[in-house]
């Protein structure tokens, strides 16, 4: 049996609430209450919505503000389910945990850490009683692990609306060991504690990283089943992620850990840039990025991390590269602050160094988007012949080569699990009624099978993947005794995220034998860009390079289903750029 899933999805509806009343709650936390119809069930331009539900406690809803302060163009279109972020120049998102949420009474509390910057604290500072804010969530609640003898909260001052919330509601009744760092006692609360919960109180600097870390060091390790859960500064996590997983051991399902802020670099004033130094080209150079890749492909970073202190020669020695080629690399890893050596006590890891000891971050160095990166090398010939780069670079296909690779496409599973956020369009589709059997391919295959059943769909399911894709698939469903792995007739199939990694005749391939297979399938694919990405210009691009083919959009997935004999039905709008196209078989 897999794992219990770790979050429990909610629809995503654009929500307009009113100022009640501004609460300070210390000279640090000041709590702004909110209330309005929308908190309820209601009904916007025809489309009926459910009401409010944050039932975690580290829920968050993502404020929309406006620099310009014109909020009204700054909102996303609301969609029968889910939304959309229209492109919008002026939009402030800010995500923020709700400290209460009283539906009895129509009442949403958010309490603003006071800081004196940032466009949602100087909101929180002008709001009076009247005043209109939207927001939009949660997508997604957390779920705890049933069976715990113990858990930990750690985090900076940040973390107490959701540390506050989880101790009054007690969603676990097991000790509650809390950890927080204020930058000065006026910032400590009132917490409901009860006997057996310790609460330790440490005064650092906001987004201290050594503060946080030795605090959490310094934390009794109870015996029994424990969980942590832990929210600061990103970047002052990451020696808490380490620690934890690398010497404490924690499995991934017990720890938690979100960076709530990052903390800004400041910028350096002119007066201290020298004379002599080179302009910022426009262009950035791929240097960097490449002498990063190599530092986590030779184990430079997870060494230095292990052993503070390292000389040059002793880093070689460990790792077997030749200290030539260790000392090519250094200076360019110093350059970056990856590793550094102020003191000349030894090598040390820096900021961008600790930051690449994330799984996430490393992955984006060394994972399946850094190598669809590396295959723009081939770029210039791949557009001249109306070929995709990776074919070029790889000598095949995307799609043939995850099919021998469990790693690769491991990535793309992980890569699609945020689609489960965004099928309830899907899943409350009439199409549904009666379905006694689905067949399932993608690598969005296990965010379906999860999002049928949030909304209470069981059919039965097929799923029409071999070889590697079948392996990491069936590690992935919550109920595997009612999978059928061989494939097979099924009433509907449901294709998720399977054309983004196929080339257009390896599309119409799949379609054809869909199309033997049952009457109603649906495409679930990334349409166009998320108008909320920063990285919406580099879309196209990043499509052409795993297929051949830019973002598909309806039009060029029409094609695709008449070369295989499907009719468009319909196309339903799921948000952040995704779609699903519904097709009958003609």
């Not at 899933?5 to 009343?21: G, W």
Request: overall charge negative; glycine content about 8%; aromatic content about 6%.
């Amino acid at each position: 049996m897999a794992a219990q899933r770790a979050y429990t999805t909610h629809p995503l509806v654009l929500r307009r609430v009113t100022v009640r009343r501004v609460e300070e709650v210390t000279p640090r936390m000041r709590r702004v209450v909110l209330g309005g119809e929308d908190l309820a069930a209601f009904t916007r331009n025809g489309i009926g919505h459910p009401g409010f539900a944050a039932p975690g406690f580290d829920d968050h809803v993502k404020l929309i503000l406006a620099a310009d302060g014109d909020v009204r163009a700054a909102l996303p279109a609301q969609l029968p389910h889910g939304i959309e972020w229209t492109p919008a120049e002026h939009r402030l998102t800010r995500d923020y945990t709700p400290r209460r949420v009283d539906l009895d009474a129509g009442e949403l509390h958010l309490d603003f850490v006071v800081h004196g910057e940032g466009p949602a604290e100087s909101w929180s500072a002008a709001a009076r009683e009247g005043d209109e804010l939207w927001f939009v969530g949660p997508k997604s609640s957390l779920r705890l692990p049933e069976r715990l003898d113990w858990i930990q909260l750690v985090g900076d001052e940040t973390a107490l609306p959701a540390i506050g919330r989880f101790l009054d509601e007690r969603p676990l009744d097991v000790p509650a060991h809390v950890l927080v760092t204020v930058p000065d006692d006026a910032a400590r609360q009132e917490l409901a504690l009860r006997d057996g919960d310790t609460v330790t109180w440490v005064l650092a600097e906001r987004g201290d990283a050594a503060a946080l870390e030795s605090a959490v060091r310094a934390l009794p390790v109870p015996a029994g089943e424990g969980y942590v859960w832990a929210a600061a500064e990103s970047r002052a996590l990451l020696p808490v992620r380490r620690y934890l997983q690398r010497e404490q051991k924690l499995p991934k399902d017990r720890v938690n850990i979100t960076g709530y802020w990052h903390r800004e670099e400041p910028a350096v004033p002119e007066a201290e840039a020298t004379a002599d130094a080179a302009p910022a080209p426009g262009i950035p150079s791929p240097l960097p990025w490449l002498a990063a890749r190599a530092a986590l492909q030779l184990g430079v970073v997870d060494a230095v991390a292990d052993t503070p202190g390292l000389s040059a020669g002793a880093l070689a020695a460990r790792l077997g590269v030749p200290g030539p080629g260790i000392a090519v690399l250094l200076p360019l890893l110093a350059a970056y602050d990856v590793v550094v050596d102020a003191d000349g006590s030894g090598l040390r890891l820096g900021a961008a160094g600790e930051e690449l000891l994330d799984d996430h971050e490393r992955e984006e160095y060394t994972g399946h988007e850094a190598d669809l990166l590396l295959a723009l090398a081939h770029l210039a010939p791949a557009l001249r012949d109306g070929t995709s780069p990776w074919r070029l670079a790889s000598g095949a296909t995307l799609h043939d080569t995850v099919a021998d690779d469990a790693e690769r496409y491991g990535e793309l599973v992980e890569e699609c699990e945020q689609l489960v956020f965004l099928l309830t369009g899907l899943t409350a589709d009439p199409l549904w009624e009666g379905v006694k059997t689905c067949l399932l391919t993608g690598p969005g295959s296990a965010s379906m099978a999860a999002a049928l059943d949030d909304a209470g769909r069981r059919p039965r399911l097929r799923i029409a993947e071999e070889g590697a894709p079948a392996e990491v698939l069936r590690g992935q469903f919550p109920a595997p005794d009612r999978i059928d792995w061989t494939g097979g007739p099924a009433d509907v199939a449901v294709a998720a995220k399977a054309l983004a990694y196929r080339t257009d005749e390896e599309a119409v391939r799949l379609l054809t034998r869909l199309a033997a297979w049952t009457g109603t399938a649906v495409l679930v694919e990334a349409s166009r860009p998320d108008g909320l990405s920063p990285h919406a210009a580099e879309a196209a691009l990043h499509a052409f390079t795993a297929t051949g083919s830019p973002l598909r959009d309806s039009a060029a997935l029409a094609v695709l289903a008449e070369r295989s004999g499907w009719q468009v039905e319909r196309t339903v709008a799921l948000g952040w750029g995704a779609e699903a196209t519904v097709l009958r078989r003609a």
